[in-house]
């Protein structure tokens, strides 16, 4: 069974089009990931901060 170059090629870019969307939706846990910690690290400074007045 062969394919034609335009088989190959429409499936080639279904292929990068799903690697991109892995790579957008990793990078964006990441930030999310960091905004957790940070959002984190500030309650407890606001606490802290609280507990000391």
Request: charged share 15%.
């Amino acid at each position: 069974m062969t394919f034609s170059v335009t088989t190959k090629v429409a499936a080639a870019l279904c292929v990068m089009l799903a690697l991109s969307s892995c790579g957008n939706t990793i990078r964006g846990m990441g930030k999310d990931a960091a905004n957790t910690v940070d959002a984190t690290q500030n309650a407890g400074n606001r606490v802290g901060h609280a507990a000391t007045k």
